[in-house]
């Protein structure tokens, strides 16, 4: 067989399906998918509320809560405890099978019938304002993440501490606005950068110790700009530029991106890895349009996928030991899985919502260390695997057809239409973005923010500029967002400075934000380039390195061809920057 080219039945371009996909497909005895790669990952982060909150009752015992469901919407929401409790069963919702009406139909009646955990939180300790994440203690807004104390304003996130705006980065400590770095002390607005000590403004930097608006540096310390200089030099500088005030940080952060331009770009940050294509991956092989993932083999499609996923296509926001998944989201663990959504350790299991430890599932909600169910219903071995070849036949006979037209057939992941949120609740909005008109145009649904009654106390221009004017008289006080709620950002429109969030400030000299937090974590991930690939050359012509004239190596890269950066394969960028 060979590669076919298909249209996407969503957005209706043109996609490639290769001829190992073929083979994959065939493993996981599914049909190709008739949608494209990003139309996939896009309908996978449909499922997805990070960030989005509402105070409501745990329909069981009462208790006051926040939880990731809109009260609007049919299903009926536990607090985590009561969830996980032996006080009910999910197994008492369970139903026949009806061959008579669309499975998608079915499976959405149980969704709405079983009970909802209200946020996805494991040992955390006064981390109230959480998701998704496991041993947080005194953490506020961080989304996804483990071992984390005093965090706050964070996404995804590892082993840090005591450290402010921080994405994707792990071991980070008394640390401001990052994004993808590692193994940092008190390093500040940086990107891409790792064992970088009492820093500022980095970009791919790596184990340096007191340096300023350095891009692609190693090795360095008392740098200003990519420019050596001597101790007392450097400290006489540091001195003289009022580190605490706002308009200096944007002038910096303006020389930054000039000089960032000016300095050649890897190709791909690919580390440790072999026959891999992507970005942000290390320690992969035969690893192919993946994404920020780590420790994976013989994959392709992937996005944050950790320690050691194997075997799988199309999976986001997974990790530890996964093995054979296909269209899986937001789960731990797990082997010969497809079409899930928050599933933990569960095999051969087929379109199953946050269900645990289960081995021989199908169409199962809130289940736990159950085998041989069918959307939520006990049958023995050999009745379960003789309905199961009549349910997958049915699937495909009678398929769910959306209001936008598109068919799902078995072997498509779950329609957007069976999300629990409305597309800017979930963080499909924040690698998608759309406006309402978009959305609905587009058979998503949308929730329109509530009329805020707040009073504006200040508005962010009237904020002063250095850190060293701003008196705690601030705290708590209600600031406007510079954004005022005309982006595609999930703006809150005004914000507060918290206690501990100001002494941070003052203790570090850094100026006080003018935008909301979820404005400021849109600005850290479009640091990101875009979760595709283009095919070009290596455009290095330096005479002194391995080659006569341009070199000729050619690469699948995330910088498009009408981007001004100047990028250079592996070996010319470590000839020219290292």
Not at 439 to 457: L, M, P
Request: hydrophobic share 30%; with cysteine; charged share 30%.
């Amino acid at each position: 067989m060979e590669s076919q080219t298909k249209a996407c039945q969503n957005c209706k371009k043109d996609f490639t399906i290769e001829l190992e996909d073929f083979g994959f497909y065939e493993k996981m005895q599914v049909l190709p998918p008739t949608f494209c790669p990003d139309c996939r990952f896009q309908r996978r982060l449909l499922f997805r509320n990070n960030r989005v909150f509402y105070r409501r009752e745990c329909t069981l015992c009462n208790k006051s809560l926040l939880s990731v469901y809109n009260k609007e919407r049919p299903y009926t929401i536990y607090c985590r405890d009561c969830w996980l409790s032996d006080k009910w069963s999910p197994m008492d919702y369970g139903r026949e099978y009806d061959f008579s009406i669309p499975f998608f139909s079915q499976f959405r009646s149980l969704q709405t019938k079983v009970p909802k955990a209200n946020l996805y939180q494991t040992n955390f300790i006064l981390s109230e304002y959480c998701n998704y994440g496991k041993d947080l203690k005194e953490c506020y807004l961080l989304f996804g993440g483990i071992n984390n104390e005093r965090v706050h304003f964070a996404n995804q996130i590892f082993d840090s501490r005591d450290s402010l705006d921080i994405a994707f980065s792990e071991k980070i400590e008394f640390s401001y606005e990052l994004f993808e770095c590692a193994r940092t002390n008190k390093l500040f607005f940086s990107h891409y950068s790792s064992d970088c000590v009492d820093s500022y403004y980095l970009i791919d930097c790596r184990n340096c110790m007191s340096c300023f608006g350095c891009v692609g540096i190693v090795n360095k310390q008392y740098c200003v700009f990519n420019e050596q200089y001597t101790k007392e030099k450097y400290q006489e500088f540091i001195s003289s530029i009022s580190l605490g005030s706002f308009e200096n940080h944007k002038k910096s952060l303006k020389k930054l991106r000039e000089l960032d331009l000016t300095i050649p770009h890897r190709y791909a940050r690919i580390y440790k890895s072999v026959n891999s294509d992507g970005d942000d991956l290390y320690e992969v092989r035969n690893v192919h349009d993946s994404f920020s993932s780590r420790q994976a083999e013989n994959s392709k499609y992937l996005f944050f996928s950790r320690n050691n996923t194997k075997d799988s296509y199309d999976t986001s926001f997974q990790g530890f030991g996964a093995e054979l998944l296909y269209e899986i989201a937001h789960g731990f663990g797990g082997s010969n899985g497809a079409f899930g959504i928050r599933n933990f350790s569960n095999q051969d299991s087929r379109y199953n919502e946050e269900c645990h430890d289960c081995k021989n599932i199908f169409g199962c909600e809130g289940l736990r260390k159950k085998q041989y169910c069918i959307l939520n219903q006990q049958y023995t071995k050999e009745e379960y695997e003789n309905i199961l070849l009549r349910i997958i036949k049915h699937i495909s006979d009678m398929p769910y057809i959306d209001q936008k037209g598109r068919i799902y057939k078995y072997g498509e992941f779950f329609p957007s239409d069976l999300s629990s949120f409305a597309y800017n609740e979930t963080i499909a909005q924040e690698y998608f973005p759309l406006s309402k008109e978009e959305a609905t145009e587009n058979g998503y649904g949308w929730q329109d923010g509530k009329v805020r009654n707040y009073k504006i106390d200040i508005e962010y221009k009237d904020i002063p500029d250095d850190i060293k004017d701003v008196e705690e008289e601030i705290i708590n006080k209600v600031i406007a967002c510079e954004h005022a709620g005309k982006c595609k950002e999930q703006c809150t429109e005004a914000f507060k400075i918290i206690p501990e969030e100001f002494k941070f400030y003052k203790r570090m000299n850094l100026p006080l934000p003018r935008l909301c937090p979820n404005c400021r974590h849109y600005q850290r991930i479009n640091l990101r380039n875009p979760l595709k690939l283009w095919h070009r050359q290596c455009m290095c012509d330096k005479e002194n390195h391995l080659h006569k004239g341009k070199c000729e190596v050619e690469f699948e890269t995330s910088y498009s061809d009408d981007r001004p950066e100047m990028v250079y394969c592996e070996k010319c960028y470590q000839q020219e920057v290292y």
